[in-house]
């Protein structure tokens, strides 16, 4: 299993991170044009390490996507908000058919863990989703599982903030079978680059509604190998 870890200025949250990859797995840190030594430290704890110059959360993702190598693919935010050791169970569900794509619903734990202004801006998106999808969804966070080559298949376009919600709209398109389950969510390391600030937030927000308003795409598979 590859677990794909968009990173920009990551420095202090890199060692809890990565101290965190269960055995056996390989972390593929999508360096985002840090300044903080974020690639040196990543590649000093056995993290394969991969330059996006493209500025974007989708770009780092999308890019770490291409990178990974394994018939699983993860993806965690790499703030130390999220523990990717909770993955295990989401690539088992996966491998054995009971879902194509397993989300993690963000369940707070501590003041601080998910400002207002983010919860609100994610019920909202979580609402449009439905009406888009019908997807019975509560959360649109970071940490998912799914196999690589349905994930290329999706052929996903955005790079900015509308990447997961893009793999979850073409993923619903296509007739997966996607999961939801609770998952902790810690007080980030540093300061968020989108959901810190109302601004980031609501842009964020701007880049999703954007691919709220696309058509159905047909993606290249439009079932999972099963």
């Known amino acids: 299993m590859d677990v794909v870890l968009p990173c920009l200025d990551e420095a ?11 055995d056996g797995w390989r972390a593929v840190v999508v360096d985002n044009g840090s300044s903080d030594g974020s690639p040196e430290v990543a590649r000093s ?8 110059p493209r500025r974007g959360f989708g770009a780092a993702c999308h890019a770490g996507l291409l990178a990974a190598e394994a018939e699983y693919v993860c993806f965690c935010d790499c703030d130390a908000s999220l523990d990717p ?26 003041f601080g ?9 994610n019920l909202a998106l979580a609402r449009m989703l439905r009406r888009r999808t019908g997807l019975r969804l509560h959360d649109l966070g970071p940490l998912r599982a799914a196999r690589r080559e349905a994930l290329l298949g999706l052929g996903l376009t955005d790079r900015r903030s509308g990447y997961p ?12 079978r996607v999961a939801e389950h609770e998952v902790p969510y810690l007080p980030r390391a540093g300061k968020s680059k989108v959901t810190g600030t109302w601004r980031g937030t609501w842009q ?23």
């Open 85 to 110: 050791a909770e993955l295990v169970p989401y690539v088992r569900e996966v491998a054995s058919g009971a879902a194509d794509l397993v989300l993690g619903r963000r369940r707070p734990q501590g």
């Open 165 to 176: 919600l893009q793999m979850v709209v073409r993923a619903a398109d296509a007739g997966w």
């Open 113 to 121: 863990a998910w400002p207002l202004h983010a919860r609100a801006g």
């Open 12 to 22: 202090e949250a890199l060692p809890w991170v990565l101290a965190r990859i269960p």
């Open 204 to 226: 964020a927000v701007h880049d999703m509604r954007k691919v709220l308003a696309e058509p159905p795409v047909a993606a290249c598979t439009s079932a999972v190998a099963r």
């Open 45 to 52: 704890l056995g993290a394969t390490v991969v330059h996006e």
